[in-house]
């Protein structure tokens, strides 16, 4: 039924009752003798000030990363596609941080403002699935052969060491637990498949992505840094000793009636009007984000 729906154009995982195939929970290719932007002294609490951070990613995981990184100091420009707008809900939780700007890179003039915008970055972070922006001549090896010194971090969903033809699939957090045996851990007394208590490959392989470009630009930069969430999952899946599902739900709803999120809420103001949301653990942003590509394509001064 996966592949029916596959070759459908739709999205489907079976649910499987052991773990998918193992997957690194980061991969590194660095780039000899060439360095980048490092990072220098800093505001308190602001590590990666004025470092530019050319943002590619869509939906969760990626935005959550340079949400985080705009939120401890770079400058972050989103790019998009005209063709593919993000849905406000989405944008409005991880616009955060950042600005965004739409292009359409098949369009000379907007692929010259592209171009320039990547000449002066220090980070790109793309999250489209393998092989979609090769096409483009924006894959990894591609920017970091004409910028050397640049650290490229690209995030999919199945991770490129996956069987073909998943390595090159879409796919998104729920998917990804159903394929690494998660759902089936989660299941209800009737067998029906479960889930975590929160899209936390998503959320943390976005965190991940973030510490891994922090310590690359700490290195000096030059580095192509691949995650996924099949990453993030196998390392859940595998590496934390005495993570028990069942111990992990019983947990979860211990006490559940009793937690207030109330402490944890905050109000800013943004393109989408006042927005009630979650704090940061890393700080406050200075305001909400701008409505989805109403942004200019261009660099803040440093």
């Known amino acids: 039924m996966q592949e029916l729906a596959y070759g459908a154009g739709g999205l489907a995982v079976a649910v499987a009752r052991g773990y998918g195939d193992p997957q690194p929970l980061v991969e590194t290719v660095r780039a000899a ?37 705009g939120l401890l100091g770079a400058d972050v420009l989103r790019i998009d596609t005209p063709g593919l707008p993000e849905a406000d809900d989405a944008y409005a939780d991880t616009g955060f941080g950042k600005r965004s ?15 320039d915008l990547l000449a002066r970055a220090d980070v790109v972070v793309t999250g489209y699935r393998p ?3 090769e ?22 969903a199945w991770g490129r060491r996956a069987p073909q033809p998943w390595a090159g699939r879409r796919g998104f957090d729920s998917l990804v637990q159903a394929g690494y045996g998660i759902a089936a851990a989660y299941a209800g007394p009737d067998g029906t498949p479960g889930v ?18 922090m310590r690359a630009l700490a290195g000096g930069g030059g ?20 993570a028990r599902a069942e111990d992990a739900g019983s947990a979860g ?10 402490p944890w809420l905050r109000e800013a103001r943004s393109g989408y009007g006042v927005l009630r949301h979650a ?24």
């Open 135 to 156: 096409r483009h001549g924006l894959g990894a090896q591609d920017l970091l052969e004409r910028r050397p010194g640049l650290v490229v971090a690209e995030l999919c």
């Open 196 to 213: 975590l208590p929160a899209q936390a490959l998503d959320h943390g392989t976005g965190y991940l992505v973030a510490a891994g470009v």
């Open 223 to 242: 580095s192509g840094l691949r995650f996924s969430l099949a990453g993030t999952a196998s390392w859940l899946v595998r590496g934390l000793a005495g």
């Open 131 to 133: 092989g979609a922006l």
């Open 33 to 69: 003798g060439v360095r980048g932007r490092e990072l220098g002294a800093a505001p308190p609490g602001r590590p990666v000030a004025g470092v530019r951070v050319l943002d590619l990613t869509r939906v969760i995981a990626g935005p959550v990363a340079t949400r985080t990184l």
């Open 101 to 115: 700007a739409v292009l359409d890179l098949a369009r000379a003039g907007d692929r010259a403002v592209f171009e």
């Open 253 to 262: 709803s211990a006490g559940a009636s009793e937690y207030s999120a109330e």
């Open 279 to 302: 704090a940061s653990p890393f700080g406050e942003w200075a305001a909400g984000p701008s409505r989805w590509g109403t942004d200019r394509a261009v660099w803040l001064p440093r």
